[in-house]
């Protein structure tokens, strides 16, 4: 099978990420003395081929997750670990048959014989345990337009907002909210497209913005109201057996630009740029929080993921966006984990494999 043209450059700083990656492994490569005996289950992680995984991701991939460590994290506590890479369906179907306890995995879909197979959908039919969510909840996220209109159907809080795209909105007097406003593509991920020109204060600034996003980005546009106050992100963990959601907040703070602003773009998140901390006032802890595990519901979330939430100038919160789906490297939902509960990597992984199971 040919995923070359479903492949999208992998923005990541290389070597920053190896670097990283490197501490990680050596926080999880020891034992400890007297070590519980494994557990009788048997995980296996699914992968794509190997070659296709060295310098992009497919857009089929949810998470991003370095399937090695997290074979290694979960081989000291589980007695069956492996990695299964799939290259056709038949190689799904052997799986099936396998009846693994828990698939642990970052894809969504498999491309064969010209139509998508999504990964979960197709584990819930054969009653296999998997993390993350399934489609019905990642097709509501990944359009943020779609996951507005959900948000705003459980009534929580979230900027006025519109789709557009090249010569649809043809006059000022047709844009339906007043500026400025924040211009992004409505179907994407990792800040692409999104940069200093996103914050937009008339209708020439408006209609540039779109152009680019629709030429270098193929996507639609969605317009909000631009949110001006601090930005956040907030972890979510649910717990299969008891449903209880457990909310994580962090700020995230960005440099200011060269027109003063704090804009989460894609290059400060490329190169890391960005300052993470915690979330100290009681008051804007708890609104992020109780946001946060609404939005998680109205989306249908499950396991775990990720939602970011930015203030208006009045410091209400509202919801920005979610990824059902957040990587599993040292990302934001990583530093969550470790700011509000003092997780290692470790612990993390072995959290969301044994919530899986559950």
């Known amino acids: ?59 089929n991939i ?26 056709e369906q038949i190689d799904l179907d052997i799986l099936a048959a396998r009846r693994p306890d828990l698939v642990f995995s970052g894809v969504k879909y498999f491309n064969f014989e010209n139509r998508k197979l999504w990964l979960n959908d197709y584990l819930d039919q054969h009653g296999i345990a998997y993390v993350a969510s399934n489609k019905a ?4 996220e ?16 979230t900027a006025d907002y519109f789709t557009t795209e090249p010569d649809e909105h043809l006059t000022e007097a047709s844009i339906p909210i007043a500026f400025p406003l924040f211009v992004k593509p409505v179907a994407s991920g990792d800040s692409k497209g999104i940069d200093a020109k996103s914050i937009v204060n008339n ?67 490329r190169f890391d740029n960005e300052k993470v901390i915690a979330v100290k006032n009681a008051t804007i802890r708890e609104q992020l929080s109780e946001l946060a595990k609404s939005a998680f519901v109205a989306l249908n979330g499950k396991a775990f993921g990720r939602i970011d939430i930015k203030l208006d100038h009045r410091r209400i919160p509202h919801f920005v966006e979610a990824n059902l789906m957040p990587g599993l490297r040292t990302g934001y939902f990583y530093r969550s984990c470790h700011i509000n509960l003092g997780l290692t990597y470790e612990q993390m992984i072995l959290r969301i494999a044994k919530n899986g199971l559950a």
């Open 1 to 59: 099978m040919d995923y070359t043209n479903k492949q999208i450059a992998f923005a990541r700083d290389k070597s920053t990420q190896l670097s990283s990656l490197t501490l990680l492994e050596d926080r999880t490569s020891h034992t400890t003395p007297n070590s519980p005996k494994k557990i009788n289950k048997t995980i296996e992680i699914v992968s794509l081929p190997s070659l296709l995984m060295s310098s992009t991701v497919p857009l």
């Open 62 to 87: 949810g998470i991003d997750i370095d399937e090695q460590l997290i074979c290694s994290i979960l081989s000291r506590a589980y007695q069956q670990v492996s990695i299964t890479v799939i290259n």
């Open 137 to 140: 909840a990642l097709d509501g």
């Open 142 to 157: 990944f359009d943020k337009g779609n996951a507005k209109i959900l948000i705003k159907k459980a009534g929580l809080a």
């Open 203 to 269: 209708f020439a600034d408006f209609k540039s913005k779109v152009a680019d996003i629709w030429d270098k980005q193929n996507s639609r546009s969605l317009v909000e109201t631009y949110l001006s106050g601090r930005e956040y992100s907030v972890g979510i963990f649910e717990d299969s057996s008891s449903g209880k959601l457990t909310a994580m907040p962090i700020e995230i703070i960005a440099p200011k630009n060269k027109n003063g602003q704090r804009i989460l773009d894609f290059d400060i998140k």
